[in-house]
């Protein structure tokens, strides 16, 4: 069932997606009318909903995949592609320490929260750090929060605190964080950079100097198939390039 407050996916016949939070006398509004918010309350997952001008709809619950799609942003966003490789690639588990810098709107915090993360992060823009605060809140809760201190400053000048056992970063230059990871990582630790051009990715591991071990770069390609009947074939259009993640294991200077 579904409650107020709480947020509602509604799927069209055209598999379009709108995501809203459900309010008290709250109305969906589209060019096919509008749905009242009490009609999908105490509906079961899976509920036929109709507008005023007669469109349907089915009821869900988002998944995070829909909401990191959908979420208010103010930067570009990571997208799930590369958000999962990214956890896997940094291997985010319950409890892990986590320091992040390049917050944007949060999609990857979020992601590495959802995996249990405590994460500190630094954002240069207090907007952007805004930002992914507000969409953690939105889909994780406010207890989310417990595990992530943001901070507005600048990675390429220093990080104050120590003992992290994975580095994410986001930025356009890595490589000057990199420079700090003496001083904060402990033996062991993993670090996974997003870049979306080839020459940052070379720079980040040219960084890393003989303290680092399992040096990687690699893209994600995502291609969908369309499967109906007999007809079974790769889609025409496809996420091909949208960043370069790079790993490696700091093991000491």
């Not at 007669?54 to 995949?65: K, V």
């Not at 979420?71 to 985010?92: F, H, N, T």
């Not at 995502?222 to 790079?246: K, N």
């Amino acid at each position: 069932m579904f409650n107020y407050g709480e947020k509602v996916l509604l799927l069209d016949v055209k598999k379009r997606r709108y995501l809203f939070t459900l309010k008290e006398n709250g109305e969906f509004h589209t060019h096919a009318g509008f749905l009242a918010h009490s009609l999908i309350i105490d509906a079961h997952e899976g509920a036929t909903v109709q507008s005023t001008k007669g469109a349907y709809y089915i009821a869900l619950r988002p998944t995070l995949e829909d909401f990191v799609v959908q979420m208010p942003r103010g930067a570009q966003v990571i997208y799930p592609k590369d958000l999962a490789p990214i956890c896997m690639m940094a291997d985010i588990t319950p409890g892990v320490k986590v320091f992040e810098s390049g917050l944007g709107s949060g999609a990857l915090s979020m992601t590495m929260l959802r995996y249990g993360a405590i994460i500190t992060g630094y954002e240069l823009r207090e907007d952007f750090a805004n930002r992914a605060q507000t969409n953690v809140r939105e889909f994780l809760g406010e207890s989310a929060l417990e595990r992530y201190t943001v901070s507005i400053r600048d990675a390429y000048l220093g990080i104050e605190e120590t003992d992290f056992d994975r580095m994410v970063l986001d930025l356009p230059e890595p490589w000057q964080v990199i420079e700090h990871a003496n001083k904060v990582l402990r033996r062991g630790a993993l670090v996974v950079s997003y870049s979306p051009s080839i020459t940052q990715a070379v720079r980040t591991q040219e960084a890393m100097g003989d303290g680092w071990l399992d040096r990687r770069t690699l893209e994600v390609l995502h291609r969908t198939w369309h499967i109906e009947g007999a007809s079974v074939r790769p889609d025409h259009r496809m996420v091909a390039h949208t960043g370069f993640l790079t790993s490696a294991r700091y093991i000491g200077d």
